[in-house]
């Protein structure tokens, strides 16, 4: 079956930097875009990066210039390398996956926490 394994999220200070990873396994398919998303408690689930088969990115308007996402398409993996980290920025941290065929599938989540 489809897993999406996230790792990386922790509580760190303000400024700081924080990687991300997410694998994706147990499907036959090609992965057509992956991607990252978060959200706040109490507010809703909001995009913060996409990556697609050929490469194109997009950010949302709040991250750019301080989150880069990249992929392995090898090992079926996706990162978010975040650096001057805010507050705002604390959240759950949940990869998404666009498998042909399949469609979207979401990891578990991640916690990234940024004390004020």
């Known amino acids: 079956q489809v897993q999406l394994v996230e790792s990386g999220g922790v509580l760190v200070q303000a400024g700081g930097s924080l990687r991300l990873s997410c694998v994706a396994s147990?499907?036959?398919?090609?992965?057509?875009?992956m991607g990252w998303y978060r959200q706040a408690p109490g507010k809703q689930r909001e995009l913060v990066a996409t990556i697609t088969s050929g490469g194109s990115t997009n950010y949302a308007d709040s991250v750019k210039g301080r989150f880069t996402i990249s992929r392995d398409n090898a090992e079926n993996r996706v990162y978010l390398q975040m650096v001057s980290l805010k507050p705002e920025d604390t959240a759950v941290y949940y990869c998404n996956v666009d498998f042909q065929w399949l469609g979207n599938y979401w990891g578990q989540g991640t916690q990234v926490t940024v004390p004020s």
């Open positions: 147990g499907s036959l398919f090609r992965i057509k875009a």
